[in-house]
């Protein structure tokens, strides 16, 4: 396993206690930040029922890929400073289906069947791909049902909603949102993910105004990214129907395919980074640096997401391009946390 080459050592770091009362900066300010305030944390099972009961509600309707589900042909359209990209798939079921993707000068072609997945790609993933594919097909992922979850009641386009945030731990107890929570924000009468955020800064933004129905599912004709306050892309649904008259050529792969293990692609993945902090400020303040990480866990593309203290954005994003990461796939898509520690 790789380590990394951090200033301070993990002993040296729990001795100081991170998590100290009231010495954490606050996550800043956003227009998608709906958690200003104290969130409660759930820790009856009753409480934790109902936001796991309303993530459930929320994945059920977003997750194309879970068992049973209907099969189906999809294609989605997104804008972004790099120009137009294009994702689409043909899912007839997980042991038979075809996955491509594109934007610039990348292209990438995944065809799996029989329980094998073969691939033929033209360069790394850039971002903006990996942001509308999460955002689009899986973005309640995992077993939430084992971390801590915090809620809160808020308002979002004039109705009420239930903001559910969910992290490993705990940094101490403050108001606000915590650095390390994945935000879900969720309609209470209709069940539908409204915003998600894999870290604070970056926001998927869910449009249902046109009403599109898939078999029972409320389908998004829009997901607007939202990266440090900026509009960074806009996908837009152009199709989603029953797959017919689907070419046994389109599924099957070709000569230029190489098999593809599961873990060519790590999505949404949260690294901790520590240094120190020269401003002797004496709070723990965080930076969030959305990262691009290659296969020997190099930093190839990095954007800065939030930061407690704007003068340590450059600092933190200079180390994240001098660490190599531990990871395990050809390309991992990662949320950084440095933690400036006083």
Do not use: C
Not at 38 to 43: D, S
Not at 132 to 157: K, L, T
Request: hydrophobic share 40%; glycine share 8%.
């Amino acid at each position: 396993m790789r380590i990394l080459p951090i200033f301070l050592a993990l002993g040296y770091l729990s001795a100081q206690n991170l998590s100290a009362q009231n010495k954490v900066a606050p996550v800043p300010a956003d227009p998608h930040e709906l958690v200003t305030g104290m969130a409660q944390v759930l820790a009856t099972p009753g409480d934790r029922t109902n936001a796991m009961t309303l993530l459930e509600r929320a994945k059920q309707n977003s997750d194309m890929h879970m068992p049973g589900a209907p099969p189906f042909a999809i294609k989605v359209s997104f804008n972004t400073q790099a120009g137009m990209g294009e994702i689409s798939e043909t899912w007839l079921s997980g042991r038979s289906w075809r996955y491509d993707q594109s934007l610039g000068g990348y292209s990438e072609a995944r065809v799996g069947g029989g329980g094998q997945t073969f691939a033929k790609r033209v360069g790394m993933a850039p971002m903006a791909v990996q942001m509308v594919r999460s955002a689009m097909f899986w973005p309640v992922g995992g077993n939430p049902s084992v971390n801590m979850i915090r809620s809160a009641a808020a308002e979002w386009n004039g109705k009420p909603v239930t903001v559910v945030l969910i992290s490993g731990n705990s940094e101490s107890i403050y108001p606000g949102r915590h650095w390390v929570e994945t935000e879900y924000v969720i309609d209470n009468a209709t069940g539908l993910l409204q915003i998600y955020s894999r870290a604070p800064g970056t926001f998927a933004v869910y449009s249902y105004d046109k009403g599109l129905q898939f078999h029972g599912r409320q389908m998004p004709d829009r997901i607007t990214f939202f990266v440090a306050g900026a509009q960074v892309v806009d996908a837009q649904l152009v199709s989603i129907s029953d797959p017919a008259g689907v070419d046994a050529k389109l599924m099957s792969p070709t000569s230029d395919m190489r098999p593809d293990g599961p873990a060519s692609m790590g999505l949404n993945q949260r690294f901790p980074l520590y240094t120190r902090d020269t401003t002797n400020s004496g709070m723990l303040k965080q930076v969030i640096v959305h990262a691009t990480l290659d296969s020997d866990g190099n930093a190839v593309d990095t954007v800065f997401s939030a930061a407690a203290d704007p003068g340590l954005i450059e600092t933190a994003m200079d180390l994240v391009r001098k660490t190599k990461f531990s990871v395990a796939a050809s390309q991992t898509d990662a949320y950084i946390n440095v933690r400036f520690v006083p």
